[in-house]
């Protein structure tokens, strides 16, 4: 049987991260290293800083990470990707060019007969209404019209200037820790949702780049998957056995 493989939070492409070469690289060994042991693999959100495309252009580098996941598609694995907050204005190329399946919202599937709830994570028991107000405004058609009739030169500047101050306004560009059971805003909203939704046995998010693994109930585990800033972590499901894994160069892994 083959493993399915999640990731998230990679954030290429970011003015803020020093080591933007080396974390594509290591990104795309990670890649080749699954790609005869993989079905799927579901990137979920913000792999990208800051992704706008236009209808004939896109923006400048990752040529070896999507040359990667179009190696992939073409073998046959499948490749889903989920945008986070971050690389929202996506229009068709991903799934043109590179095969990708792309997600706007969270999902609910089934894998191996285990039903997953996939979602990046923003906005998700969020109580922030400067956050929420934002999340609008960037997933508002009209705006995303507006930035696409602007010219290249100034929506990318704009975008990779706001992402980059967003992650510069935390404490060494890093995210805060884990909050506790009862304040980690993914936590309390998986708990709810649960209570309708019996059937779920794995929730996974990205999104807050902390790497966590928690058993809610006898049956329902959720996992938040880090990031591959710093932490290069992973989640693998075998259709048996669900674990989060570091990847660390020069080790074979399942
Ligand atoms: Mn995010």
Same mark, same amino acid.
């Given at each position: ?33 699954? $790609?005869? $042991? ?9 792999? &990208? ?32 990707? &989920? ?30 007969? $285990? ?140």
């Amino acid at each position: 049987m083959k493993n399915v493989y999640f990731l998230s939070d990679a954030h290429l492409g970011s003015l803020a991260i020093d080591h933007g070469r080396m974390q594509e690289r290591r990104l795309v060994r990670f890649l080749d290293s699954i $790609k005869e $042991k993989a079905k799927a693999i579901y990137l979920l959100g913000d792999m &990208f800083d800051f992704w706008n495309e236009y209808k004939y252009v896109v923006p400048k580098g990752y040529t070896r990470f999507l040359g990667k996941l179009s190696e992939l598609t073409d073998m046959g694995v499948e490749v889903h990707f &989920f945008t986070g907050n971050h690389d929202i204005w996506t229009y068709g190329y991903l799934e043109k060019e590179c095969g990708l399946t792309v997600h706007t919202k969270p999902e609910t599937t089934e894998i191996y007969d $285990k039903v997953f709830y996939l979602a990046h994570g923003d906005g998700l028991g969020d109580p922030d209404n400067k956050f929420k107000l934002l999340r609008k405004v960037f997933h508002n058609r009209l705006c995303q019209r507006l930035l696409n009739f602007a010219h290249p030169w100034w929506g990318m500047q704009l975008g990779l200037n706001w992402a980059k101050h967003s992650r510069l306004k935390r404490a060494d560009g890093k995210e805060a820790p884990y909050m506790g059971e009862d304040k980690e805003f993914l936590v309390t909203y998986t708990k709810e949702y649960m209570k309708t939704h019996p059937d779920i046995d794995f929730f996974i998010y990205g999104h807050r780049h902390i790497e966590l693994d928690l058993m809610l109930s006898r049956k329902t585990r959720m996992m938040i998957l880090g990031d591959w800033i710093w932490q290069f972590t992973y989640a693998v499901f075998d259709g048996e056995h669900m674990f989060i894994e570091e990847y660390v160069e020069g080790e074979s892994r399942p």
